[in-house]
């Protein structure tokens, strides 16, 4: 499993560019989850957004295709 790992405004900086939603906690952050899944390609571009009803057939064929990117 990766993490996304770095400073409080890093990771601040990154989420809001993935428009990820994150509650400030008694200076403890924590994200939500969204219902979809981004594929990425190897440079760094999202490329495909799966929604929450994805198969694994879909990602096992956009992987390869993805890494070439």
């Known amino acids: 499993m990766d993490y996304l790992l770095g400073s409080n405004s890093q990771l601040l900086r990154t989420w809001k560019a993935w428009h990820v939603e994150v509650t400030v906690n008694k200076k403890l952050l924590t994200t939500g989850h969204s219902a979809v899944v981004y594929g990425i390609t190897a440079?760094?571009?999202?490329?495909?957004?799966?929604?929450?009803?994805?198969?694994?057939?879909q990602i096992i064929h956009d992987a390869p295709l993805l890494a070439k990117m």
């Open 43 to 57: 440079s760094g571009r999202m490329a495909v957004i799966y929604p929450s009803d994805f198969t694994p057939a």
